[in-house]
Antibody, heavy 120, light 107 residues
Framework: QVQLQESGPGLVRPSETLSLTCTVS????????WGWLRQTPAKGLEWIAY???????KYNPSLSSRVTISIDMSTIRFSLKLTSMTPADTAVYFC??????????????WGQGIMVTVSS | DIQMTQSPSALSASLGDRVTIACRAS??????LAWYQQKPGKAPKLLIY???NLATGVPSRFSGRGSGTHFTLTITSLQPEDIATYFC?????????FGGGTKVEIK
């Protein structure tokens, strides 16, 4: 059974870049989409980005100017970079796997989540 | 983006009750809908996909129905372990969106 684990800083200063990594174990990264989401009490669950193992990407339009998702096939990890962080980006960030037939659909496996606080 | 609206935002029910949660899409999403269960401090867990298909290991007391813009999640007999927040998610459009959640509590 595939397992996902987020890693990264729990505290980021305003204007800095958040870098998170998701390590995939117990399964292949091939033939799936891999994504990032975040959750806040105010905005609920928000999809951030997803990427196919072969490299195609899709970003939430509201965040697209600040987000980059990438995959490292050699280490079976995928990453998120979110620039120009503000307190509004304080959230629990999740990585997840998406099922797909021809397009990405629902999230069938999730990491446990990592709390990221933006504060000086 | 497709807006997903859930109702109610919270409900209180007795053990053994039948519980129904609604999810409405701002445009036709056919059957491209999933439901998730989230317990405090945990990640969401997939319950149902393609409107009515139970994910692996999900008890049969959970069921999903609907099409187009109106969908429901039903728990036929509420159990203590069902206390959680439930979210719907559409995937008809590539910009994936979620409902605001329904918190289920015990009366």
């Amino acid at each position: 059974q595939v397992q996902l684990q987020e890693s990264g800083p729990g505290l980021v200063r305003p204007s800095e870049t958040l870098s998170l990594t998701c390590t995939v174990s117990g399964g292949s990264i091939n033939n799936f989409y891999w994504g990032w989401l975040r959750q806040t009490p105010a905005k609920g669950l928000e999809w951030i980005a997803y990427m196919y193992h072969s490299g195609s990407t899709k970003y939430n339009p509201s965040l697209s100017s600040r987000v980059t998702i990438s995959i490292d096939m050699s280490t079976i990890r995928f990453s998120l970079k979110l620039t120009s962080m503000t307190p509004a980006d304080t959230a629990v960030y999740f990585c997840a796997r998406l099922q797909s037939v021809t397009v990405p659909t629902y999230f069938d496996s999730w990491g446990q989540g990592i709390m990221v606080t933006v504060s000086s | 983006d497709i807006q997903m609206t859930q109702s109610p935002s919270a409900l209180s029910a007795s053990l053994g009750d039948r519980v129904t949660i609604a999810c409405r899409a701002s445009q036709d999403i056919y059957n491209s809908l999933a439901w998730y269960q989230q317990k405090p401090g945990k990640a969401p867990k997939l319950l149902i996909y393609d409107t009515s298909n139970l994910a692996t290991g999900v008890p049969s007391r959970f069921s999903g129905r609907g099409s187009g813009t109106h969908f429901t999640l039903t728990i036929t007999s509420l159990q203590p372990e069902d206390i959680a927040t439930y979210f719907c998610q559409q995937y008809e459009k590539s910009s994936l969106t979620f409902g605001g959640g329904t918190k289920v509590e015990i009366k």
